[in-house]
């Protein structure tokens, strides 16, 4: 079992900054590939990048490629994604998820075993 807290969201302008950390709980948690999703309202939950067991590869949907970073410390039991030149259409709720080492490189939310509550993240124009 893993129980994901998600903090660091917010509301920040276009062009801004925000930088989302997920905290583990629990167990093994450098076996375990993790991964950020979103959803905005009206819109299904999409993947937006993902991260390897031991932190050496990671992937990125590619609305946020170039923007946005994602890392994790298995020292610390923490993920984070740094997002950068915000932009309104990034305005979501944010989850932390987490899934066996073979879900990496897995895009589809169902492939993940746990999750987080979400943390909001709100980009004005």
């Known amino acids: 079992q893993v129980q994901l807290v998600e903090s660091g969201g917010g509301l920040v302008q276009a062009g801004g900054s925000l930088r989302l950390s997920c905290a583990a709980s629990?167990?093994?948690?450098?076996?375990?590939?993790m991964a950020w999703f979103r959803q905005a309202p009206g819109k299904e939950r999409e993947f937006v990048a993902g991260i390897n067991s031991s932190g050496r590869s990671t992937d990125y949907a590619d609305s946020v490629k170039g923007r946005f970073t994602i890392s994790r410390d298995n020292g610390k039991n923490t993920v984070h994604l740094q997002m950068n030149s915000l932009k309104p259409e990034d305005t979501a709720l944010y989850y932390c998820?987490?899934?066996?080492?073979?879900?990496?490189?897995?895009?589809?939310?169902?492939?993940?075993?746990?999750w987080g509550q979400g943390t909001q993240v709100t980009v004005s124009s």
């Open positions: 629990g167990r093994s948690f450098s076996s375990y590939a």
């Open positions: 998820a987490a899934g066996g080492f073979r879900v990496w490189g897995s895009t589809a939310p169902g492939n993940y075993d746990y």
